[in-house]
């Protein structure tokens, strides 16, 4: 589909041998506008002689990275991800940017023009580090509104654009290969700084893997399954709102103008927040002096009870969590020490107790009903029983 893209930004696929993702994946690039006008190279991790084949069908390259750490360990991940970040602007010297795509992902029909849309910001704004398609907090209730961006602190993850100074500065300072951390996680604690990630509302990816080095089939279904996807293909995008100064005038307006929500009893017994439209901020003030999670008690037991994201800390902004909430929005601040905590109310602030976090624990917003299958091993009655296993006695429930 014609598109009126202002510069070459080739896709890098992240792969080992899941080659259907793979197919799907090229098909959906080439289905986003601008799309069948974007160079894409797959990274193999290991030797794949089906994937040459994919290559050679597709008309496209495929590298093979003979990594000799042991398969399934976070060191070899993370050296892959170095050697596909080391390799790509080696393979493209003219290009500026990249986008790097895990296998496992679904993408939504405007991933191309997204990038797009972003790379002048990210070109122009030397306080991001990069640009992710994805959105960590965003649920069918967060994530209204398409052409909205969020500045964050996060990871790069699941289908994300870096710059070639960027990528340079990652792979010179990279985590040593006997370090065993994950390499997300490594270069937000190491290389972030003062700098962060633009994010969509709503996502233009989406998980789709049943399990993996870092996502169990749980979490799978209590959290990425229930992240939505934009299906919009001709969205614009508001960049403008994203950039610096207009991200810190408009959000500090709009907490200083937010209804301020006391709780006064359990989130998760009396939702403080109406569950319909009536075009209004709302702030809530949480004991959270930093980004570390054992400090984030509070922050939790609100996430958990509103349905935002409680397993893991990702996507603040300087303390300040924002989302959609069937229409409003919501700032779930850190107090004392973001600059977005303006109330002189110490009654204002949430500090949650170790009884309030269990019974968060048991009662979440969100909540999935998993089917559970039990078999248990009964005496064999006949010969054909032992040898072939079949002394079995199933039982089915729900939790």
Known sequence: ??????????????????????????????????????????????????????????????????????????????????????????????????????????????????????????????????????????????????????????????????????????????????????????????????????????????????????????????????????????VTLDVQGATLFNYLSFHYDAVRAAQVVRLTQHPCKVLPIPQYQVNQSYVLYVNQSDELVTTSRAYYVVARCLGLDDHVFHENFLLMYTASFYGNQLYVVGCPNSPFCLTKESADIYNATQEEVKYANNHPFRNVNLNKHVALRAPPISLSDEVNLTNLLHYYFKS
């Open 1 to 234: 589909m014609e598109y009126p893209v202002q510069e070459v930004i080739p896709v890098a696929i992240v792969t080992a041998h899941r080659l259907p993702h793979v197919l799907r994946q090229v098909g959906q690039v080439w289905a986003s506008p601008g799309g069948t006008n974007t160079p894409i190279t797959i990274y193999v991790d290991g030797h794949n002689p089906e994937a040459r084949a994919l290559g050679a069908l597709l008309n496209m390259s495929v590298v093979e990275h003979h990594d000799p750490i042991p398969k399934g360990s976070t060191n070899r991940i993370s050296y892959h991800v170095k050697f596909l970040l080391t390799d790509v602007f080696k393979r493209y010297p003219e290009v500026d940017k990249v986008i790097i795509l895990e296998d496992d992902l679904d993408l939504a029909p405007d991933f191309i023009p997204f990038f797009h849309q972003t790379a002048p910001l990210l070109t122009s704004d030397k306080k991001l580090l990069c640009v992710n398609a994805y959105n960590y907090n965003a649920f069918n209730h967060t994530a209204i509104d398409p052409t909205r961006i969020y500045r964050v602190h996060g990871v790069p993850a699941y289908g994300w654009m870096v710059r070639r100074e960027v990528a340079i500065e990652m792979v010179n300072k990279w985590a040593l290969m006997n370090q065993g951390v994950d390499w997300d996680l490594w270069v937000r604690f190491n290389m972030m700084g003062e700098r962060d990630i633009l994010v969509p509302e709503i996502p233009r990816t989406k998980h789709i893997g049943g399990g993996g080095a870092h996502v169990t089939g749980l979490e799978q279904a209590l959290y990425y399954n229930q992240r939505p996807i934009n299906t919009i293909i001709n």
